[in-house]
């Protein structure tokens, strides 16, 4: 069974600050994705990172995947207000069926 | 650009109902998902089709059967209804693409309710 931990789970920082949320298995995954999630809507992509040790930019967040491809991280630079919400990573397994497994979210909150 | 289209987007059914949720994938993208999120939780994978074909299966009870048509749509049944069934679905769906990197869309959700 493949298993995404991430952390924190619940983070509130201030407005300016920079924050990284992580996202660790045991599991070696092809890809990885996070998303945003707004409450009832559905997850929205931000970035897949591929290759291990690859690093993606995004205004003021980056995305890194582990060397190995079982982690990776999103570190977020000068927090607003705006990028409160759920951020979500997802591994996709390799080989086999298609299928993304999905890590217990972090619920951000940045105060103004 | 057109996204992942779930109907409907409210369902509030009776215990012991049945309910159908629909999804319409981005044209082109050949796999479907289907994943369940109750409140506060993280989505869990249920069952996913790639090309019309059931390609896996997560976590989804035997009371519930789903399948992709011809035009790629594909529908989620959910019979004898229970109030923990009450949770947000979603449907996604994945382009063509190199085998082993998923990049998934996903609706807005189906938000059903079991009363």
């Known amino acids: 069974t493949q298993l995404l931990e991430q952390s924190p789970q619940f983070l509130s920082i201030q407005e300016g600050e920079n924050l990284t949320v992580y996202c660790n298995s045991s599991s070696v995954f092809s890809s990885l994705q996070w998303y945003r999630q707004e409450p009832g809507e559905g997850p929205v992509l931000l970035v897949t990172v591929v290759t291990g040790g690859e690093v993606k930019k995004l205004k003021r967040l980056t995305f890194q995947f582990g060397d190995a491809r079982k982690d990776s991280s999103l570190h977020i630079t000068a927090a607003q207000p705006g990028d409160t919400g759920l951020y979500l990573c997802a591994g996709a397994v390799q080989g086999g069926a298609q299928k993304l497994v999905f890590g217990q979210g972090t619920r951000l909150t940045i105060n103004p | 650009a057109a996204g992942v289209i779930q109907s409907p987007r409210h369902l509030i059914k009776e215990k012991r109902e049945t309910a159908t949720l629909k999804c319409y994938p981005i044209?082109?993208?050949?796999?479907v998902y289907w994943y369940q999120q109750g409140p506060g939780q993280d989505p869990q994978f249920l069952i996913s089709?790639?090309?019309?074909?059931?390609?896996d299966k997560g976590s989804i009870p035997d009371r519930f059967s789903a399948q992709q048509f011809s035009d790629y749509h594909s529908e989620l049944n959910m019979s004898s209804l229970e109030l923990g069934d009450s949770a947000l679905y979603f449907c996604a769906s994945s382009p063509p693409g190199t085998a082993g990197n998923t990049e998934a869309f996903f609706g807005q959700g189906t938000r059903l309710t079991v009363v």
């Open positions: 044209p082109r993208h050949d796999t």
């Open positions: 089709f790639y090309e019309k074909m059931q390609s």
